[in-house]
Structures are given as structure tokens and as C-alpha cells.
């Protein structure tokens, strides 16, 4: 089959690589779109240690059904399907009670590690066990079902922040992970969405989406004050931080009411600087958010309905045999682009 592989930091092929072998309880999928995630394109220098060559990376995907192993469910060839990215064992304490976010046996597809090595979906095929495999609602396309992880997580997280009716948000971070989250919040309900992000692009794509009010990093040196003077000097109930540094975390720590919470989604870095006592005396609630748990069939729903919107996410859709040149415009980061789909 094709495949574009990483063949060494930085370096990409396009070309033949071996066909996965279907297991028992596994379905193979010819895939017709995968999204390139930031995940990948911070992977593939090798900063992250979790993309080590050679590896087929690639877990944001949806195609068609070719093969379905003997215990692999009652899925149909040439059915339409996407796959939850995180191959979970469906048999710990953690997958027993649906967080399989946190299965003790979680492997991600296309990823490589110290641990495994999970060859993703930048090829022609790839095999997913059943249990993680969706059916596409009618209607929506391959290219939007490869926005459905990013959904789920941004789901997940305003899950996770109890966000609801009345309530109001900021969403720290425009990239994909914040658009998608400032959706989510509005179609949890939320009455107010605010979202700060240094590019000013991403902040008009912000409105677009939903956003009520955007604030540009650069140029509101103090978002504080002025989320302070739209909520009659409490701050918001809900802020969503969707970078992971600490001048964005301290920022979403002081944007927040008394009592307010606080959702980690970005982690860029490893540790940061944390406002203690801001958070001790103003018993702020802060959680972390990590990829999803039981949300993708809401995500795709969501997106069905509208409600989601991701066309305007969709940087460009690609032949996957260019995909080496968009990892490389995506890693040099000179241009505004959301998200680039390949298809293999
Ligand atoms: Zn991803
Ligand atoms: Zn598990």
C-alpha cells in the first residue's frame, strides 16, 4: 500500500509500505481522510519522544470498511467509519467505568514510543480493533469526520467544567483545540464566550464561530481588567486554557469568579509558574483534560447538526503524496493554517 512515512526527524517517504495485518478483533479501514494534528507536527522532530521513526503517524481519519476480523463486531464491508484515536483495552478498572482516556493499556494511533509503536492512518489502510470503530452518521463527509477527535476533546472538557445555560467563558489559546471549545461551550449554553489568542486571524475565525467578544494577546495587556468589567468585577465562571504555559495559565486563574473553574487542556510545557494563593483564597476548582472519553459520537452528531461548525477549520484538503511539503508549512508555522486533511 501507500504510505507516508517518518522516516527519520523530519524527514518523510511516500511510497510502499507494508499492508497491516488484520488480528482477530480488529477491522481494516481504507482510509479516505486524515487530519494532520499539532501532536504530529510537534512529534516529528522529535521533541516530544512520541513520534520515533519509522512511524506512519496519522490518527485523525475516516474511510470504509474492507475487512472485519472474526471478533471484531457486526461491522459491515463498505460501511462508513471513523475510529476513537485512543486504543483503549476495554478490560481495566479505568475502561470499566468509560474513561478510557486513561485505560492502563492506551495506545495511540500513530504514535511511537518508548513503550509501542501504533502505525497510524497517512496510508491507504490501517487496522483498528472494533470497540474503537463508529459509523458515520448520513450525510457527513470523510473530511468532516476527521474533525471528530478534536471534537470529542473539546466536548470532554467543557464536560469536565460543568459548563452550562447562563453561564459565561473564556477560551485562552484560538488554535484548533480552542475554536472547537469556544463551540462547545456555546452549544452547552453558555451566555457569554470570550476567547484571547496572539494571532488576530484566529480571533476573526473566533467570531465567526460563536465567540461573543475577542481579545488579542498582543495588544490587551490586561485581559483581567477587561473580562473584570464585563462581569461586574467577578470574572467568568468557566475559563478554558488552551495553551500550556504559564503566563496563559495565570491569565486563565485570574479571568475566573470566586469559586469559578479553571479547565487544562494546553500543555506545552512541563511545568509552569502557579498562582497559589490566587487559587487557595478564591477556591478556584482547576482540572486537567485529556483527549476524550465516550464523546465522539456526540462530537459527530454535533457536527451533523451544525452545531459544531468545522468547514471553516479546513485549511486545505490535500493528496496525501504532498503530504511531506504541508507537515513542513505546518511546522514552519508561517502561514494561519488550521487544519490540512490529506487523502491517501
Ligand atoms: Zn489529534
Ligand atoms: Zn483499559
Same mark, same amino acid.
Given at each position: 500500500?501507500k504510505?507516508?512515512?517518518?522516516?527519520?526527524?523530519?524527514?518523510?517517504?511516500?511510497?510502499?509500505?507494508?499492508?497491516? %495485518?488484520l488480528?482477530?478483533? *480488529?477491522? @481494516?479501514?481504507?482510509?479516505? =481522510? /486524515?487530519?494532520?494534528?499539532?501532536?504530529? #507536527?510537534?512529534?516529528?522532530?522529535?521533541?516530544?519522544?512520541?513520534?520515533?521513526?519509522?512511524?506512519?503517524?496519522?490518527?485523525?481519519?475516516?474511510?470504509?470498511?474492507?475487512?472485519?476480523?472474526?471478533?471484531?463486531?457486526?461491522?459491515?464491508?463498505?460501511?462508513?467509519?471513523?475510529?476513537?484515536?485512543?486504543?483503549?483495552?476495554?478490560?481495566?478498572?479505568?475502561?470499566?467505568?468509560?474513561?478510557?482516556?486513561?485505560?492502563?493499556?492506551?495506545?495511540?494511533?500513530?504514535?511511537?514510543?518508548?513503550?509501542?509503536?501504533?502505525?497510524?492512518?497517512?496510508?491507504?489502510?490501517?487496522?483498528?480493533?472494533?470497540?474503537? %470503530?463508529?459509523?458515520?452518521? *448520513?450525510? @457527513?463527509?470523510?473530511?468532516? =469526520? /476527521?474533525?471528530?477527535?478534536?471534537?470529542? #476533546?473539546?466536548?470532554?472538557?467543557?464536560?469536565?467544567?460543568?459548563?452550562?445555560?447562563?453561564?459565561?467563558?473564556?477560551?485562552?489559546?484560538?488554535?484548533?483545540?480552542?475554536?472547537?471549545?469556544?463551540?462547545?461551550?456555546?452549544?452547552?449554553?453558555?451566555?457569554?464566550?470570550?476567547?484571547?489568542?496572539l494571532?488576530?486571524?484566529?480571533?476573526?475565525?473566533?467570531?465567526?464561530?460563536?465567540?461573543?467578544?475577542?481579545?488579542?494577546?498582543?495588544?490587551?495587556?490586561?485581559?483581567?481588567?477587561?473580562?473584570?468589567?464585563?462581569s461586574?468585577?467577578?470574572?467568568?465562571?468557566?475559563?478554558?486554557e488552551?495553551?500550556g504555559?504559564?503566563?496563559?495559565? *495565570?491569565?486563565?486563574?485570574?479571568?475566573?469568579?470566586?469559586?469559578?473553574?479553571?479547565?487544562?487542556?494546553?500543555?506545552?510545557?512541563?511545568?509552569?509558574?502557579?498562582?497559589?494563593?490566587?487559587?487557595?483564597?478564591?477556591?478556584?476548582?482547576?482540572?486537567?483534560?485529556?483527549?476524550?472519553?465516550?464523546?465522539?459520537?456526540?462530537?459527530?452528531?454535533?457536527?451533523a447538526?451544525?452545531?459544531?461548525?468545522?468547514?471553516?477549520?479546513?485549511?486545505?484538503?490535500?493528496?496525501?503524496?504532498?503530504?511531506?511539503?504541508?507537515?513542513?508549512?505546518?511546522?514552519?508555522?508561517?502561514?494561519?493554517l488550521?487544519?490540512?486533511?490529506?487523502?491517501?
Amino acid at each position: 500500500m501507500k504510505a507516508l512515512t517518518l522516516t527519520a526527524y523530519q524527514e518523510f517517504c511516500f511510497g510502499e509500505s507494508p499492508a497491516p %495485518v488484520l488480528g482477530v478483533d *480488529e477491522v @481494516l479501514i481504507r482510509v479516505a =481522510a /486524515c487530519g494532520i494534528c499539532g501532536s504530529d #507536527v510537534h512529534g516529528m522532530d522529535g521533541s516530544t519522544g512520541r513520534r520515533v521513526p519509522p512511524i506512519i503517524m496519522g490518527h485523525e481519519a475516516a474511510g470504509t470498511v474492507v475487512e472485519v476480523g472474526p471478533e471484531a463486531g457486526a461491522w459491515a464491508v463498505g460501511q462508513r467509519v471513523t475510529f476513537d484515536s485512543t486504543l483503549y483495552c476495554g478490560s481495566c478498572a479505568f475502561c470499566a467505568e468509560g474513561k478510557v482516556n486513561l485505560c492502563a493499556d492506551r495506545r495511540v494511533l500513530g504514535v511511537s514510543c518508548a513503550e509501542y509503536r501504533q502505525h497510524g492512518a497517512f496510508a491507504e489502510y490501517v487496522v483498528v480493533p472494533g470497540r474503537v %470503530v463508529i459509523p458515520l452518521p *448520513e450525510g @457527513l463527509s470523510f473530511e468532516q =469526520a /476527521c474533525f471528530v477527535e478534536p471534537t470529542a #476533546v473539546a466536548l470532554h472538557a467543557v464536560h469536565r467544567a460543568q459548563a452550562g445555560p447562563g453561564q459565561t467563558g473564556l477560551v485562552i489559546g484560538a488554535g484548533i483545540i480552542g475554536l472547537l471549545t469556544i463551540q462547545a461551550l456555546k452549544a452547552a449554553g453558555c451566555r457569554r464566550v470570550y476567547a484571547s489568542d496572539l494571532s488576530e486571524a484566529r480571533l476573526q475565525l473566533a467570531l465567526e464561530l460563536g465567540a461573543d467578544e475577542v481579545f488579542p494577546a498582543r495588544s490587551t495587556p490586561h485581559l483581567k481588567e477587561e473580562i473584570l468589567a464585563r462581569s461586574a468585577g467577578q470574572g467568568v465562571d468557566v475559563a478554558m486554557e488552551a495553551v500550556g504555559i504559564s503566563a496563559t495559565v *495565570e491569565a486563565a486563574i485570574d479571568c475566573v469568579r470566586k469559586g469559578g473553574r479553571v479547565g487544562l487542556i494546553g500543555n506545552l510545557a512541563q511545568n509552569i509558574a502557579f498562582p497559589l494563593q490566587s487559587v487557595v483564597t478564591r477556591e478556584i476548582s482547576l482540572f486537567g483534560s485529556c483527549a476524550s472519553a465516550g464523546e465522539y459520537p456526540r462530537a459527530l452528531e454535533e457536527i451533523a447538526a451544525g452545531r459544531i461548525r468545522v468547514e471553516p477549520l479546513m485549511s486545505a484538503v490535500r493528496p496525501l503524496a504532498e503530504g511531506a511539503d504541508w507537515f513542513r508549512r505546518l511546522y514552519e508555522a508561517k502561514e494561519d493554517l488550521i487544519k490540512v486533511i490529506l487523502r491517501p
